[in-house]
């Protein structure tokens, strides 16, 4: 059943594992602030994300497609990690195998400090020329803060964000990496997901599978809550802290 507070179990198990596991997803980021960019009365409001975030749309009218994701950067760069992101990093360091999986794009994990990433859907710091490859600079993204458009010094090509846009496949190798991580794991954590978007939504039950204790950390309920072994209902930036000192005093 679902609870407010974390297990003793979760705890000893924890502390115990050689093998962790994290997965998290825009829970996490909306605590930090992180608007879904439905919000209504922005700049940005006559958009839906599914209508920019596709490779029609931005061969269609990649200037437009430029400017959404440098205001999504500029958001994201104006808000910073929370107590959960941070947990996270102390985590990491306790356990000797520890992967984190995100779903999230925002880059806070990485400003947080966490290390050891599987970057499920990119990240939106980074840029990309769409024709070579080539991984953007800052200097070729400057002519988009004054209405240009962004292309490859090298070939002329446009700049993309790094990121999985609907209809795309996951970065190549990514996850197999989650996805071996996630059997090996003695202790999943699924955090701040809905656990509706495939494939990451299969890994807590690729985890179970495997053999590993799944608890989901989330302020609802989600659609996988009936398999995991666990349910812990609250913020990621008040659950985790407390969780990950816990596991802390006890492998002391
Ligand atoms: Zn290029």
Redesign the pocket.
């Known amino acids: 059943m679902p609870h407010r507070a974390f297990s003793h179990e979760l705890v000893d198990r924890l502390a115990r594992a050689q093998h962790v596991a994290a997965l998290t997803g825009a829970g996490i980021s909306a605590e930090s602030g992180i608007p879904t960019f439905r919000d209504p009365g922005g700049l940005w409001e006559q958009f839906k994300p599914e209508e920019l975030a596709n490779v029609q749309a931005f061969l269609r009218n990649p200037k437009l497609v430029q400017a959404w994701y440098t205001h999504r950067r500029n958001v994201a760069l104006e808000k910073a990690p929370n107590p959960g992101h941070k947990a996270l990093v102390e985590l990491e360091g306790l356990v000797p195998d520890f992967l984190l999986i995100t779903q999230n794009v925002d880059h806070l994990h990485q400003r947080a400090g966490s290390k050891r990433m599987a970057e499920l859907h990119g990240n939106i710091t980074r840029s990309y020329?769409i024709?070579?490859g080539?991984t953007a600079t800052e200097q070729e993204m400057t002519p988009i803060a004054s209405g240009g458009v962004a292309q490859?010094s090298?070939?002329g090509?446009y700049i993309r964000p790094d990121v999985v846009w609907f209809g795309e496949m996951l970065p190549e190798g990514v996850m197999e990496w989650a996805g071996e991580a996630a059997q090996r794991a003695e202790v999943f954590l699924s955090i701040g997901t809905s656990a509706v978007v495939y494939p990451a939504a299969g890994l807590p039950l690729l985890a179970k599978e495997g053999g590993a204790y799944v608890a989901e950390i989330n302020i609802e309920a989600s659609a996988i809550a009936g398999y995991v072994d666990e349910v812990v209902l609250g913020k990621a930036g008040e659950v985790l802290p407390a969780l990950v000192q816990a596991v802390r005093e006890k492998r002391a």
């Open positions: 020329c024709d070579c080539k490859c090298a070939c090509g």
